[in-house]
């Protein structure tokens, strides 16, 4: 495990506040935790606890009110919104809770949408890159589907194999078997493991205790605090995982 290496995600007494009206809502509050490579890292907590502001924060949605975010050796929480935007798009693969696909794109049409004008590839790359996408999440005869002609499972299959059409280092995934079934789940899980190697780095945040045991490192969040932090030396492998 390289624990002793330089982590990719370095938060350092992070906060984040949310000015709501009168009211100021203490979303994140001193956060300190590291994330390395090659390793899986999973963050536990029930519902309203941070979990979805925390990943925000790391994958430049959203900055920080307070303390530091390093990613990969460089400062993010001070930088302007189209070095933001930069950064978002060279080091980041965002997986949504609810897929966030575009609806009026096939799924082959919504990985071409990234990889045209994101990616900026050329219109050959394009179709040949789209492809090589939907066969590594299985889906290679299902790119001329809509979304909604697709399964929970099929959707967040696209929605994963999009935020890899950018190859980042970081991947970065919100409550992702939260709208699955238990054994739809597990394979989107190992598909999500599958990724932490080669110096990259995975970023569960979810409410359900057993992914926990998955990961080499398991940060509890509570009330917008990390509040415990697990070692595990052998993660569970995802086909033994029950829920
Ligand atoms: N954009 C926002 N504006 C105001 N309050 C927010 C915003 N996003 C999150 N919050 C609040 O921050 C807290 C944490 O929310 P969230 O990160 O969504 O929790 P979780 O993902 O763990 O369910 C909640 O109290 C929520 O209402
Ligand atoms: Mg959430």
């Keep these: 495990m390289n624990t002793d290496g330089e982590p990719l995600i370095e938060a350092r007494n992070m906060s984040k506040s949310y000015q709501m009206g009168e009211v100021i809502v203490h979303a994140l509050k001193d956060v300190t935790l590291k994330v390395f490579p090659d390793q899986v890292t ?47 798009q060279s080091k980041i693969g965002f997986v949504f809770q609810f897929f966030n696909l575009i609806p009026n794109l096939t799924a082959k049409e919504n990985l071409e949408f990234v990889l045209e004008y994101v990616m900026d590839l050329p219109s050959k790359e394009v179709s040949r890159k789209g492809k090589t996408l939907l066969d590594q999440v299985e889906l290679g005869d299902r790119g001329d589907h809509y979304p909604y002609q697709l399964s929970g499972g099929e959707q967040q299959r696209v929605s994963i194999a999009r935020a890899l059409s950018k190859d980042p280092k ?13 054994e739809t789940g597990k394979k989107i899980l190992e598909l999500l493991v599958s990724f932490a190697n080669n110096g990259r780095s995975v970023l569960i945040v979810t409410h359900n205790k057993e992914l926990g045991k998955i990961a080499h490192r398991v940060l509890h969040l509570k009330d917008g605090r990390i509040v415990q932090e697990i070692m595990n030396e052998h993660p569970l492998s995802v086909s033994k995982l029950e829920w």
Excluded at 69 to 88: A, V
Excluded at 170 to 180: Q, R, S, V
């Design 42 to 88: 999973v963050i536990l907590g029930p519902s309203g606890c941070g979990k979805t502001t925390l990943l925000n924060q790391i994958g430049g949605i959203d900055s920080p009110t307070g303390g530091k975010l390093l990613i990969d050796g460089q400062e993010i929480q001070d930088l302007s919104q189209k070095k933001l935007t930069k950064y978002r």
């Design 170 to 182: 970081i991947l970065l995934a919100d409550e992702p078997t939260g709208e699955l079934d238990y």
